[in-house]
């Protein structure tokens, strides 16, 4: 069933040096959260467990493919856990989020 809502929001960074990679951020939702449920899912059209890892692995296909990069799975090394962490603290406050 086709719903007529906007599914993805994104936005991408890509930068190519000192190493190439690229900044994605976005979602798609499996379900409507608790909090916006009027919000477009996978659940509306699909069931989200069995769309959910095909769905991720076509997706990290499409970005490798697209952008011309080889995917690397791994978890975030300790200076990329700290700036995320940073960037977390500095998006936690109200007045920083409203401008």
């Not at 086709?2 to 951020?25: D, F």
């Not at 379900?31 to 959910?52: C, E, W």
């Not at 296909?61 to 700290?82: I, N, Q, S």
Request: proline share 8%; charged share 25%.
């Amino acid at each position: 069933a086709r719903t007529g809502r906007k599914l993805v929001g994104s936005a991408q960074r890509r930068l190519r040096a000192p190493h190439a990679r690229v900044l994605h951020h976005g979602s798609i939702p499996l379900r409507a959260p608790q909090a916006t449920p009027f919000v477009a899912s996978i659940a509306d059209v699909a069931d989200p467990a069995v769309v959910s890892p095909a769905l991720r692995a076509a997706l990290a296909a499409e970005f490798a493919a697209a952008l011309d990069l080889t995917p690397v799975p791994g978890d975030l090394d300790a200076e990329e856990r700290a700036a995320a962490e940073r960037a977390r603290d500095a998006f936690a406050t109200f007045e920083l989020r409203v401008r």
